[in-house]
């Protein structure tokens, strides 16, 4: 048994120094003190760490990927992402996140099926289990022209698409995101809509270095607000790409119809990559617009990127 060293606050990065991690460290201290206790009781009474511990310890250390570290701009407060979201289900404005909490996650299921080897239905053990998270720092881009930049915490789309093993004949991937009506109120007041919220990629895009699942944010689980348990996370597309609170993940042989590009192909277009070149039908792409503590129409606005920033990962897609 060796005893885990904490580090002063001084010590952590700055990144780091927030309540939640003076928080966090003095739960590592307990369960550093509970553990030596623990080796004084027989083997037997000793079972293997269930999944939960599993997913506190990856939070406690959480590895950050040396690539996805610097942007070139600050991280978004958290009290921001958390506050202006898009999540339509629940309702049209960017205050959802209080009328997001009704999201049920007891019990959640994520079934991956269509043209794989292996099918699976995931629930968040196995998720936990299977795929080791990590924290990346991406820019996000939403195509209203909104920017921020988010410290998500998840996996790599890939390792889900090496443990299904999709067939020669999958060609694109559909992501579900949960729907009931009677839950997601917010829904109907759009008036009809093809819901439930579908998005895809094809499994070339899944497949990219960049294409991420995130289960968490700010060194946390993620809000529901955000999409919990699991959302995609696709930096160089605008963010409507990125389905929230997905159910289902489907490989498929042909482009499936999905959410905005249904309602409006012109203005959403399927491919939807963050291009200053390629103006809205209602607005210029050229700039973008930080989200921040000051009023909209204070923000700052900065030059919109080819690829939101990311050509040199995803260009090559494109060709
Ligand atoms: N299921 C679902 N996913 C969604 C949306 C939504 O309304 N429903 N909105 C999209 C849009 S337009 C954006 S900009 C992002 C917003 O993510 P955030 O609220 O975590 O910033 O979620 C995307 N994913
Ligand atoms: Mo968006």
Redesign the pocket.
Known sequence: MTLIKIPPSWQLPESQVTPEAVFLNRRRFLQGAIGLAATTLPLTACSTPDSTTNKEAAYQNLIKNPNFVDVGRPVTAEHL?ST???????GTGKS?WRAAQALPLDNWKIEVTGLVSNPRTYDLDDINRKFPIEERIYR?R???A?A?V?PWVGFPMRLLVQDVQPTSAAKFVRFT???DPKITKGGSLLGSRPW??T?SLRVEEMNNELAFFATG?HGKPLPK???APL??VIPWK????????IVKIEFLPTQPAT??NTINANEYDFEANVNPFQPHPRWSQATERIVSDAPSLLWETRQTLPFNGYAEYVANLYT
């Open positions: 992402t202006y979201n898009n999540f339509y289900e629940f959802v996000f939403c195509v209203e909104w921020m988010i995101s949960f729907y439930p919220y998005e944010i607000q955000n999409g959302r995609m605008y963010g409507f790409k990125g389905a929230k609170s959410f905005w």
